[in-house]
């Protein structure tokens, strides 16, 4: 049985967000504009994905 996971770009930068928006970024795996990330469906992401939202672009 597979996990199920959500695929996370960065599509917006962070310059002259707060820093712990950037933290928030840096955490889910994301460090350079358009760059992508698998990450497994947990509610400890989705509360990561839903704080930087206006920066992401989710699927799956």
């Not at 840096?26 to 206006?54: C, F, H, Q, W």
């Amino acid at each position: 049985m597979t996990a199920k996971t959500i695929k996370v770009t960065l599509v917006k930068s962070i310059i002259g967000t707060k820093q712990s928006h950037r933290a928030t970024v840096r955490g889910l795996g994301l460090r350079k504009l358009n760059s992508t990330v698998e990450l497994v469906d947990t509610p400890a992401v989705r509360g990561m994905i839903n704080k930087v939202a206006y920066l992401l672009k989710c699927e799956g």
